[in-house]
């Protein structure tokens, strides 16, 4: 993924809370899932799990 991915990562868990992802995201809760590397993350605040 890598840091190119960064800015719409950013959109969808701090900023767009509307977006479709966004909406998924809160109704899923911790069923939901994402696998990042730590570059398309960086700066990006949501909570994290270090594994499944």
Known sequence: MGSSKRN??????????????ALVNEAAGVRCSWFCDNAAVEGVLFPRRGSL
Do not use: A, Q
């Not at 719409?8 to 809370?17: A, G, Q, S």
């Open 8 to 21: 719409i990562l950013k959109e969808i868990f701090d900023e767009n809370l509307k977006s479709p992802c």
